[in-house]
């Protein structure tokens, strides 16, 4: 689906509730997408059938378009209009299928305010890093001499194989500009393989955690769960080269040799988390949990693993139900890169799964 026809769903506050920064003049959505010149199911058959990767994308998008640095653009250019001194809540949402993404505006600060659902300390940066799944919500003034300015997205990959390393670009147009002035592009963006700016990026987010929007952290755990996530190589009588590319948790189910090591947006169904520690070696279960940050930690649904690193979230499991656990990069999920909580009810109905409605069909 991602592929072809996306929106966003948009939740805004309560009637009357005000956002916890300066009101925005105006609000925007920015979905960032990839995009290929063929049915995309056929792309994953031809990838399982040869135990491949599927043929990567053609292009990235930004609100479904590519932008200028493809052919045919005129047609296919996305601008957001603005007006000189105002300020705008940009909702960035990365929607691609396979890819990582880096999105900045030429010449204009971005001050990151919301992360998937959930208000943070806000912060200032001239770039954002978002897996598939994740989302961003950033405050853009648009304080630079009217003009017109790229926005780009082009991939983040620290795996040493192909990969669509396309950019998307769409523009920032100052109202009032003729549209033949040649846009800006952004100075600086981190290379594709910048893993330290992802580092960096990811520490500077901290939850709000304000007596309004407080962030609840477990400080005592119940249960203590680890996941180890890989990609392996599985014999496959039916497939082209006797072999597939497959995943594993727990080193379960597959032959285990490893390729590479790679970062998995790791997303989880019926709940947000805490991501309370995150680092880029081995997990050492000795030293590690004594850097958690228990006080304010971001929440979110999504949590990129880092490459040949680790994650440690916590949530309170008390939504019953069974909700999949899963890498958010499509092609790993088609590799079995997933697992489902099973969540048994509680007491009384509101720990209790609803019960079916009368007309769901037999069996
Ligand atoms: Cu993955």
């Not at 948009?10 to 956002?19: D, I, R, S």
């Amino acid at each position: 689906m991602r592929a072809t026809v996306h929106s966003a769903v948009v939740v805004l506050p309560g009637a009357g509730v005000p956002y916890p920064f300066p009101e925005p003049d105006d609000e925007a959505e920015i979905i960032l997408g990839e995009w290929w010149h063929a049915d995309v199911e056929t792309v994953e058959r031809q990838g399982s059938m040869l135990g491949m990767a599927p043929n990567m994308s053609d292009a990235h998008t930004i609100n479904g378009k590519p932008g200028p640095l493809f052919p045919c653009y005129q047609k296919h250019t996305y601008a957001l209009q603005v007006r000189s001194g105002k300020t705008y809540l940009i909702r960035i949402i990365n929607a691609a299928v396979i890819d990582e993404l880096f999105f900045s505006i030429a010449g204009h600060a971005m001050t990151v305010v919301e992360i998937d659902v959930t208000y943070n300390k806000p912060f200032v940066t001239s770039t954002v890093q978002l897996s598939p799944g994740q989302n961003m919500n950033v405050l853009v003034r648009a304080d630079q001499s009217p003009g017109r300015y790229f926005m780009v997205a082009k991939p983040f990959n620290n795996m040493p194989i192909p990969a669509d390393n396309k950019t998307a670009t769409a523009i920032l147009q100052y109202a009032g500009v003729q549209t033949s002035v040649v846009p800006i592009l952004p100075q600086l963006m981190p290379a594709t393989n910048s893993t330290g700016f992802v580092a960096a990026f990811h520490d500077k987010r901290r939850s709000l955690s304000s007596p309004r929007y407080p962030a609840d952290v477990p400080l005592a755990v119940d249960r203590h769960l680890l996941y180890t996530i890989g990609l392996n190589i599985d014999p496959c009588d039916t497939c082209l080269n006797q072999s597939r590319l497959a995943a594993s948790l727990n080193n379960i189910t597959f032959d285990t040799n490893l390729l590479s090591v790679e970062s998995h947006p790791f997303h989880l169904h019926g709940y947000n988390f805490f991501v309370v520690g995150r680092g880029v070696r081995n997990f050492d279960p000795a030293k590690d949990p004594a850097k958690y940050n228990l006080v304010d930690p971001p929440e979110r649904n999504t949590v990129g693993v880092p490459a040949g690193g680790w994650a440690a979230i916590r949530f309170r499991a008390n939504n019953p139900g069974v909700w999949f656990l899963h890498c958010h990069l499509e092609v790993h999920t088609s590799w079995d890169l997933k697992t489902a909580f099973l969540l048994e009810d509680g007491s009384g109905p509101d720990e209790s799964v609803l019960p079916p409605p009368k007309d769901l069909p037999k069996c």
